[in-house]
């Protein structure tokens, strides 16, 4: 088990966790339910670890993926949904709102064209499909 330490500009330690504790610390913070980036502010907030691929040189996704957390939909799909929602809903009560219209058509080209990159990436199911209900579902707004 190595330990790390990395040095601040005066020469002081500042970080003494092992490499097995920051990967277990990942591992508990995704059962919990948090994502990929609370998992990396949380480390860099609480616990002082500056960037976990500059330590265990893997991604967080890339930990997670390995030990079989695997998430339904991507993360920042999931944040395109949430806004499209929003924004939808927001379209329901003012009819009128044209700038906020054109918005609403462009944020769902990049939701498909997001969609696709995942189904090539072979993150997401070939018969995936999107829709408003089935994101106001997911989001669950």
Same mark, same amino acid.
């Given at each position: 088990?190595?330990?790390?330490?990395?040095?601040?500009?005066v020469?002081?330690?500042?970080?003494?966790?092992s490499?097995?504790?920051?990967k277990?610390?990942?591992i508990?913070?995704?059962?919990?339910?948090?994502?990929k980036?609370?998992?990396?502010?949380?480390?860099?907030d609480?616990?002082?670890?500056?960037?976990?691929?500059?330590?265990?040189?893997?991604?967080i996704?890339k930990?997670?993926?390995e030990e079989?957390?695997?998430e339904?939909?991507?993360?920042?799909?999931?944040?395109l =949904?949430?806004?499209a929602?929003m924004? !939808?809903q !927001?379209?329901l009560?003012e009819r009128?709102?044209?700038?906020?219209?054109r918005?609403?058509?462009?944020?769902?080209?990049?939701?498909?064209s997001?969609?696709? =990159? =995942?189904?090539?990436?072979?993150?997401?199911?070939k018969?995936?499909? =999107?829709s408003?209900?089935k994101?106001?579902l997911?989001?669950r707004?």
């Amino acid at each position: 088990m190595k330990i790390v330490t990395i040095k601040s500009r005066v020469g002081t330690p500042w970080l003494k966790l092992s490499q097995e504790e920051i990967k277990n610390k990942i591992i508990e913070l995704a059962k919990k339910g948090y994502s990929k980036s609370e998992i990396g502010a949380i480390l860099r907030d609480q616990y002082g670890v500056p960037s976990v691929k500059l330590i265990l040189k893997k991604k967080i996704s890339k930990i997670l993926e390995e030990e079989g957390i695997k998430e339904e939909i991507p993360e920042d799909l999931l944040s395109l =949904y949430k806004k499209a929602v929003m924004l !939808h809903q !927001h379209l329901l009560k003012e009819r009128k709102d044209y700038k906020s219209r054109r918005a609403f058509v462009i944020l769902e080209n990049r939701i498909k064209s997001l969609i696709a =990159y =995942y189904k090539r990436k072979n993150k997401l199911p070939k018969d995936y499909e =999107y829709s408003i209900e089935k994101a106001r579902l997911v989001v669950r707004i």
